[in-house]
């Protein structure tokens, strides 16, 4: 159903978690500011996705749905209150499938699943298990009649924010080097590759090719990248807390970044930095780094892959017989495509 433009005023966006998720759903806020230029635009997430809307352009203001601090009758009123014209459900769920029918919207977008199709009047059809997440967002736009003019996930930081990680790179001598992110963090723990392996690799990436690794983190992770250097023969960097926009530039001033499938890894393809994905559990058609220069590597062989558990039942094979020979390979595959060796 094509909605008709002209009378649509005020719009929602709803993607609620996690961080890599909803940097995914920012492919939709440039072409709904193209199609409705004069429209003030809303997006509706929880804490942890704050920072990756913020500079957004096409977004004039993030809601924040604090689970501490309100409760969901609270949050049907909020989004009640600011009489939207149009809410585009992202997330789906049961909870946002309930705001959306409340929000008093005339036109009310979500898909296809389960015990919600009462709540949209416009319904896409969930292709999440056949294309990437990205046009999985993009189908709401196109049952919209939206089209679809730009592909790209938005992500924005400050001159500030480049200034803070230039200085800490110059402080800690690293300017200039050729550096590797490495990034071991992972939702869940199916999808996280050893300790012991990331420290071996980058071992090896330091005698190869003479890297420089950082060792990035966030809230919670510091004792394990602490732990990893404290694996390893040879030196690495770990810096200090930064926020996700202060990440984002660390991660553009690697030449490349090696990661498992977290928020951190697409924000490294967001920024443009060539990425290896370290896929198990998850299928990287539908959730790896996006873009055309990234690679991923798996174990291959294994009929399990893809299964999407958070817990596994048969000893996490995956990850825990991928070898430190394979990701090194499929390392040197990556430095060769995009041509990011170090001369």
Same mark, same amino acid.
């Given at each position: ?22 940097? &995914? ?221 202060? &990440? ?96």
């Amino acid at each position: 159903m094509v909605v008709d433009r002209s009378a649509i005023g005020r719009i929602l966006i709803i993607k609620l978690r996690a961080v890599g998720d909803v940097l &995914l759903s920012t492919v939709v806020t440039k072409n709904l500011r193209l199609a409705f230029p004069d429209a003030h635009i809303d997006f509706l997430t929880e804490p942890p996705g704050v920072d990756i809307l913020r500079g957004n352009p096409h977004v004039d203001q993030t809601l924040v749905y604090d689970r501490s601090r309100m409760t969901g009758l609270g949050l049907i009123r909020l989004v009640r209150s600011r009489k939207y014209d149009l809410v585009i459900d992202l997330f789906a769920n049961p909870r946002t499938a309930l705001v959306t029918r409340l929000s008093g919207a005339a036109h009310r977008v979500g898909y296809r699943f389960r015990g919600r199709t009462y709540a949209y009047n416009h319904v896409a059809e969930p292709r999440g298990s056949q294309v990437h997440n990205t046009q999985f967002n993009l189908d709401a736009l196109e049952t919209l009649g939206i089209p679809i003019e730009d592909r790209n996930v938005h992500l924005y930081f400050s001159r500030q924010d480049e200034s803070y990680v230039d200085e800490f790179l110059a402080r800690v001598q690293l300017s200039g080097r050729f550096c590797v992110g490495l990034n071991t963090s992972g939702g869940w723990y199916t999808k996280r590759w050893g300790a012991d392996k990331f420290g071996g690799l980058a071992d090896r990436l330091i005698d190869r090719y003479g890297a420089a690794i950082i060792l990035t983190w966030g809230p919670g992770q510091l004792a394990d990248v602490e732990h990893i250097r404290s694996m390893m023969k040879r030196e690495a960097c770990v810096p200090p807390a930064t926020t996700l926009q202060q &990440l984002a530039v660390l991660l553009k001033r690697c030449a490349i970044v090696v990661s498992n499938d977290s928020g951190p890894m697409h924000i490294a393809a967001a920024v443009g930095t060539p990425v290896l994905g370290i896929y198990g559990p998850t299928n990287p058609q539908l959730q790896g780094p996006y873009g055309s220069k990234h690679l991923v590597v798996r174990n291959e062989g294994l009929d399990c892959l893809g299964c999407n558990l958070t817990k596994c039942p048969i000893g996490h094979p995956c990850m825990l017989e991928l070898s430190v020979d394979a990701v090194m390979e499929a390392v040197e595959r990556l430095l060769a495509k995009t041509g990011r060796s170090p001369a």
